[in-house]
């Protein structure tokens, strides 16, 4: 496919805004959105014109393939606002990749960048009133493509929608996060489609996910399948443990997601000389060093999380609370990420993209 095709777009603006009956202060994630969505339809081969249109619902056959086999996938990504007004986005070029990584993995097209961050450019632009100032005030973006295709026939869909829409967002996770180690359920397996943002590995995580729930964890860390020896990710975050002085996190894998979060934590931790290493951590390991004093630290990384940090896990029979910290490594690094995502710090990596 030919990604430099240039895609006009074509824009129909609604009427009236709902911007005004919206409660930016306690948003509850992924709940409101904004006026506008971009659509743009795959067929026949060839992916048409990207449409940015008022938000509304919209008819597909009850057949289509996305209903039965599951063949949608989806990035999340956010927009800031910094104190000149002036809207950014943080490294769109990583989240388009592994897009297109996903789409070839579920056998669906590739979407071209003049669709995909054109289109989001275009839709930023149009809904910029909706960044909100200030340090935790997101535009949560969900680019995503499902298969519209009839037939209940088990083969890939020969058409395909993809969309942007937008929601202005807080915080993720409310409160504390506490997680339990995953013993018996696998979020993935080698060869399956865990490294791809497949819609599929998310509801595969709800039975488990209520049954922790049930119990009082917000998390599952979810373990390599084969042994449930080897810490992973915790399906809407990578996972980062300290021990000692030490960072250490699951390399990306068939079965790991390959956060954006993730690897721009690992490269602002360098920078401030903290050692990390990228390799599996052992449940057995965190227990130990639980137990000794040495685990000082264990945190989430995602684009809604942010940076999570996780107050204690529960292995087996056992909770282990992890130390509460005046200055957590957790929260520096999020801070400096922070301040390169608002324009508030330097952005020596230019990860940033202005709108
Ligand atoms: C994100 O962090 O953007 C994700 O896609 C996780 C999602 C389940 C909220």
């Not at 992890?322 to 390169?340: E, F, R």
Request: charged residues 25%; proline residues 4%; glycine residues 6%.
């Amino acid at each position: 496919m030919d990604t430099k095709n240039t895609h006009e777009i074509d824009i129909v603006l609604a009427t009236s805004s709902k911007i005004n009956s919206v409660d930016f202060d306690n948003l509850s994630f992924g709940s409101t959105f904004t006026d506008h969505m971009l659509v743009c339809d795959f067929k026949e081969g060839k992916w048409g014109k990207p449409v940015i249109k008022p938000y509304e619902p919209f008819m597909i056959d009850p057949s289509a393939k996305v209903f039965h086999y599951g063949q949608a996938i989806f990035e999340g990504m956010k927009a800031y606002k910094d104190e000149q007004d002036q809207v950014w986005i943080f490294r769109p070029d990583q989240n388009l990749d592994r897009f297109n990584k996903s789409a070839v993995r579920m056998a669906m097209p590739e979407v071209p960048e003049s669709i995909f961050i054109d289109g989001l450019k275009t839709i930023l632009d149009i809904e910029r009133a909706w960044v909100k100032k200030g340090l935790g005030n997101t535009l949560y973006i969900r680019p995503f493509m499902i298969a519209i295709g009839s037939g209940v026939i088990a083969q890939p869909s020969t058409q395909y929608r993809f969309m942007i829409i937008l929601s202005p967002a807080k915080s993720y996770y409310s409160g504390d996060v506490k997680v339990i180690i995953a013993e018996h359920y696998s979020r993935a397996a080698n060869g399956g489609i865990g490294a791809a943002k497949a819609a599929g590995n998310y509801s595969a995580q709800f039975y488990p996910q209520k049954l922790a729930q049930e119990k009082g964890f917000q998390q599952i860390i979810w373990t390599d399948d084969a042994t449930h020896t080897k810490l992973e990710e915790a399906g809407t975050m990578n996972v980062f443990f300290k021990i000692n002085d030490t960072l250490y996190t699951a390399p990306t894998s068939e079965r790991i997601l390959d956060g954006v979060t993730r690897k721009s934590l690992i490269d602002l931790a360098k920078r401030e000389g903290i050692k990390v290493e990228e390799r599996s951590v052992l449940v057995d390991e965190i227990v130990t060093a639980a137990k000794d004093g040495s685990l000082k630290e264990i945190f989430g990384a995602g684009t809604a999380a942010v940076v999570s940090p996780i107050v204690g896990f529960q292995y087996k029979e056992d909770y282990y609370e992890l130390p509460k910290l005046q200055n957590s490594i957790a929260m520096d690094l999020k801070d400096k990420l922070t301040k390169i995502q608002y324009n508030l710090a330097e952005d020596t990596f230019g990860w940033t993209v202005k709108i």
